[in-house]
């Protein structure tokens, strides 16, 4: 069992910056690739971003494809999205995932997740 806790949603005005983190227990070694998704209120759960154990693989939505960027830090066992000129649209409660395959952009391949943590842009 991994356990994924996020940490460092908040409100911002749209074109700034905020960084959330996702910090990850338990047997980790069991979900190698580490991931960011999201939702929107009345939307289904997208995928935002992943990356895999060694940092050099990762992924993106072509929505954050050249804002967002994600990277861990395997001896905190924690991963980062930074994100930056954020949008309206980008508000959503973004989640931390655990998985196996770090260019699948399928939640259902995702098998441990965090509680998520509200990030809301104000235009």
């Known amino acids: 069992q991994v356990q994924l806790v996020e940490s460092g949603g908040g409100l911002v005005q749209a074109g700034a910056s905020l960084r959330l983190s996702c910090a990850a227990s338990g047997r980790t070694f069991s979900t190698p690739v580490l991931g960011w998704f999201r939702q929107a209120p009345g939307k289904e759960r997208e995928f935002v971003a992943s990356?895999?154990?060694?940092?050099?693989?990762?992924n993106y939505a072509d929505s954050v494809k050249g804002r967002f960027a994600i990277s861990r830090d395997n001896v905190k066992n924690t991963v980062t999205l930074q994100m930056n000129s954020v949008k309206p649209e980008d508000t959503a409660v973004y989640f931390c995932?655990?998985?196996?395959?770090?260019?699948?952009?399928?939640?259902?391949?995702?098998?441990?997740w965090g509680q998520g943590t509200q990030v809301t842009v104000a235009s």
């Open positions: 990356i895999d154990f060694s940092g050099g693989s990762t």
């Open positions: 995932a655990g998985g196996r395959f770090v260019y699948s952009s399928s939640a259902n391949t995702y098998s441990s």
